[in-house]
């Protein structure tokens, strides 16, 4: 390991461990508010298991580099919430909120990250990918800070629609995560295949359906009771809107039907439903996952392969076409679908995230590659005992 | 694809869309019933990880038929709540009540379509699933709707003991699978063999053990609070019940223990305390779960190789075993655990499930017949780009 | 099967039947009150997902032996639960509480039975796992009276810090199983190598991914709302920990990364925290795991195999690197950690619990060894029909 990662990371612990006191009271005033918060505890667990099985089990599709996958999911998801939490709690942005809040928050940022490192998947070292965490978790809370709590005073607070995260979480990752491509793609990486087979095909496919199953607590984490209910829905009706999309497209555009399109397509109902997953009706909710799965399955079919050959870089997982352009779709839809929108702060708010995550995307691929290369990409044994 | 087929699917989704004005308000009084509904939505969740990763991976058995079995997995999940949320809509059945509870029962319909394509597994084309998902939900409906909500007057409302499905979600699914086999096992088909492998049988085991843990879910989740601990013991109990007589018998049949037995009969105290699951005590459920477990596997080991051999016809998962006769025992069983149970309505309800899901079984069994046939069944390779 | 064992094992699922008169009632005497034993519910499936699917599925990183894993498995926490109950009501050691709490307490037994079995994997038979799960509950209530309950008058009740675990499940189950393998490793079997390979592993990281998303539940499974969100927190915190540790460790240690490092000590956060989860505070719990993450690696790394070539014995799963050192490590801490502590009664409880894990399972391995052997261990070949 490089040794100067090794001394940012070390110090990075230290730091944590003297600055993680998060406020761990119960800020709940009766016996039914604390009932009320173990609810948001169960849907954080909903998260963790879309963190862990799902982002990591859908990243096994590399045939050779299943373990690296799940491993390096492993670290993200573990530095990320402290680091979160770090950050956080050095009242440069906005000030936490009640613990369970926090430990959402802090879920949704290692969501932004998986998605990102989606993109490089394959071509970084473990530690690198620790690295990326670090490097990560702040922009993408200043970014957060700017759309969602008045950050710069460029957007007043909830003016935004974006209760699910299609422009916090999946545009901001998807974007920062092509940014990060350009130094992280050599030559023999681009023209080195990236192979799937049935066993980490049907790896994947768990992984995705763990995704799906759990996107409606994703998108309702933080929703209060009365609401929950219509968008929990909502969702549900927007993942089967992309997910039969996804098989018609699919069939339509390649002839058969391609593991790749079912395991990442299906769910792009899930992220372009975010911005309006609580203020939407059910039929709404519906064309939206049918068009989400459409303009993803266009993605993966066509555009793909057509982006890889024009810039010789390599989007792994193909992030851009599940989270980036459906999470950008899901923030322009609230545009024509919530009644009483901010236009102006909604498309505002989206090009300063698409702003902000390409630059530091950029900057951070840039420091990454400077510490490490794969000597064998896309297989587990460059870098694990096995 | 079949061109008739593409248009019927093509014209349903446009009506979805229009049809798909399912209440979404909360009908709850107060903060409490919010916090209520709330955890019908958890359990909705437990049940949808069945439906996906439990069903969709149980029948990963078939070695080379993985990806294909889990894509129509989603198709069929995907296809069957907006048109139970369809059929609900038009009103010609009952009339829907609040929205979570709308969403748990179209699920138990996505989990009965899932045990009818059980057994026509590996010899449909993918659209085929979504075609018969089309098919089966209305005749779902019907039945469900003579059994618990008066229908044609044949049953008065609440006489039925069937909390968990039994009768309902498992005997109907799988009679109409029943009556699938017929027109859906061509002689090439019949001869055929379905093996699995370590692996194959590895991701089975996978999604049993998914629907084992859930299971007291999906039994309690229309059950009333005060009620649900007393019903999700007797669940566990039952399905421990019925994983011990699994291994006895198996090992007793056969002399060795085998994989499927494993990965099925053990869940047949599930599907057999169904009928009883809020009514029964702890022993009682017990002893179901073992008479399931035993009669389960004497399917799996004995009955299923000598009723394909007498009608030339393949059950692929052998949902006969599994949700058929459990699902009758489990509404007979009803008949003497149950006090006060109107015997007649209960006697009633299982002939006309039975003869219900065989008639329908049968004719849209036909009609998906007609509409195309694999090259090569059991086989990624036949509809997938692999 | 030895036909003695088939005797016993079917005389006790009478007796069970019999016995199983565990109160179903509901206690709670509010509406709210209900609430939340239906949320004490919701935990109780996460820790099902855990034994099942988490600790199933950790245990088939062994090549070939990954479907008699899962039975075995299936199996353990099918006799553990009834059983549990079984010993409960025979009033013998403490009271039954609240149903849902005696379904929770009964998963904990089954967890350190689990546990436990990881030491000898692969070189019983399945019935002999039953066996085991049969002799195994009754030592571990035992021990759970002695130190929770007042029982023998040793320790006060409430005088130990054990909240989620360390001791009374992890660290018995550990030194039980390290018990066990003195009368249940052969020569042959200490010669034979246990292969793993890129599918086995990546099952093995499934089930380690999933003890990992729902431990904070694991640990919480009792405790208060109002206690609940700092817990899990404190619980999040020591895997994150853990998980961090265990790759500088592993690379430390190995120069590589290992797999088996990465699906067991990056748990080793949540064994050692389960002590003092609910009265420390987030910074120490991100200590604590640290260090348990350390301390494991060490002995997944070094340790094992000094250890297995000092004593010529074989600990499969290495369950004393993962339970037993951490557990112990979880069990001191509470000391440093937890105000007021009654230090004496704290170094008892360990002290006890060592002895009666290493004395119970040393006899318990005795009884379980004259009742058969595997003819190929490691093998599925040698029991399952495949």
Redesign the interface.
Known sequence: ?NKTVKVVI?TF?LL???????A???E?SS??D??????K??R???I??ML??GF??LM?FVK?Y??SA??AT??M???A??TY?LVEHTGLFSHPG???NS?ILAEFAAASLLICAGAVLGRMK??QY?LLGLLFVPFYVFNEWILLSGGLGLIPIDAIADTGGSIVIHAFGAIFGFGLIFSLTSKKEYKCEVPSD??S???S??GS??L???W??FCAALVA??????T???V??A???S??AT??AS?GL??????ED?ANA?LAGGVAIGSTCDVT???IA??IG?LAGLLSTLGFAVIKEKLQHLLKKVDTCGVLYLHGLPGIMGGLVAIFVVKGLDVKSQLLGIVVTLVVALVSGLLVGKIVSLTGKMGKPYD?ED????
Chains 1, 2, 3 share one sequence.
């Open positions: 390991m070390l612990l944590s461990v003297v600055g993680l006191c998060i761990t009271e119960v709940a016996k039914l604390e009932v009320i918060q173990v609810q505890y169960f954080s667990i909903h963790m298991a862990l099985a990591g089990f096994v050779k299943g373990r799940i491993t492993y670290m998801v573990s530095i919430i402290p939490f009640p613990a369970i430990l473990v530690y620790i049935a066993t095909d049907r790896f496919l768990l359906m763990l799906w199953i759990f409606p607590s009771p009365k609401d929950l209910i219509p929990v829905i909502n549900v009706l993942l089967c809107g997910t039969l098989y018609f069939v390649r002839k058969k039907v391609s593991p079912i299906t009706i059910a039929p519906f064309v049918i587990d870098q694990l005992e096995v």
